[in-house]
């Protein structure tokens, strides 16, 4: 999922091409793509993009008559800028946006369709589209610190809960937490002030760091290329690979539809996290460290 450095990529892409510009038409390629009723689609043709804005982990498009676009990119979800009036792709093509500079085409890959496009008039109706996590970015320590522990979850879940912090997904809650030197199941009851304030801090680098890489790999062109898994990244899809600090294996635990990667050395003291699949299957026989995994293998090699 295109997460808060993704987001800003694509505004930064958006904004000379659309603003002060007319949103000529939008065309659908799936009706089932837009989410309300009123106002329809017809009244936002002609009317001016007055500003883009993140909300969350949407876009929104800010137009005259104080109406606004609220993309939902979800999981697969992505835009391509392509020249003016560009046909809808066939299987993956959701809508298009025709300006007089070109055409912004929105695309999601695979069977699910989980993409949406909310139609609203107003800012009480925007807002009501808001989680309301905290912007890390524009926050204080003593206000970071304050939605961090209001409620006792892991790590992991509480950076990544939108209601909590805007913005973070899965991918850059693992960058920030090896970069915070913290374990993804540490429980924020039982964070001091110091490792608050050491969260705050990689949160913050982290996703500055990423907002500006990927701004300059990527230049003047339109992003084509915005996935969960970049070069260059700590421990994110990086599973078995060496850690960048450390030089040990990176680790993953498996849960629901997603994982948490993590540098055993660096995160967890050594200790590897319990997997809830495989040490349900292996029992007693769950490597408890990097280095009884690592015998493990020895033991495994040996054999073969």
Not at 191 to 210: C, K, N, S
Request: net charge neutral.
């Amino acid at each position: 999922m295109p997460e808060l450095p993704d987001i800003e990529l694509y505004l930064n892409a958006l904004t000379p091409r659309v603003l002060h510009q007319p949103l000529e038409r939008m065309r659908l390629g799936n009706p089932f793509l837009v989410r309300t009723i009123e106002p329809p689609i017809g009244a936002l043709e002609g009317r001016r993009v007055l500003g883009l804005r993140r909300l969350g982990k949407r876009i929104v498009f800010a137009l005259e008559a104080d109406l606004f676009v609220v993309l939902h990119l979800m999981i697969a979800g992505r835009l391509r800028w392509r020249d003016h009036g560009a046909a809808i792709p066939g299987k993956v093509g959701l809508a298009a946006f025709d300006f007089p500079t070109g055409t912004a085409i929105l695309t999601e890959q695979g069977a699910r369709r989980q993409a949406s496009v909310h139609i609203v008039a107003g800012s009480d109706d925007l807002a009501a589209l808001d989680p309301g996590g905290l912007e890390v970015l524009d926050s204080s320590l003593p206000e970071f610190a304050r939605r961090l522990t209001e409620e006792n979850h892991t790590l992991k879940r509480t950076l990544t809960d939108p209601h909590i912090f805007s913005g973070i997904g899965n991918a850059y809650s693992d960058e920030i937490l090896h970069a915070a030197c913290m374990s993804p199941m540490t429980l924020t009851s039982s964070l001091g002030d110091a490792d608050i304030a050491r969260l705050h801090e990689a949160t913050v680098r982290t996703l500055e760091h990423w907002i500006h890489r990927l701004r300059d790999e990527t230049g003047d062109a339109f992003p084509e290329k915005v996935t969960a898994f970049r070069e260059g990244m700590a421990v994110h899809g990086r599973y078995g690979k060496p850690c960048p600090r450390c030089g040990a294996p990176v680790q993953r635990i498996v849960y629901a539809r997603n994982e948490a990667n993590y540098c055993a050395t660096c995160q967890t003291g050594g200790r590897l996290l319990s997997d809830r699949a495989l040490s349900r299957l292996l029992k007693q026989d769950w490597p408890r460290t990097v280095e009884d995994m690592e015998r493990r293998k020895e033991r495994q090699r040996i054999a073969d």
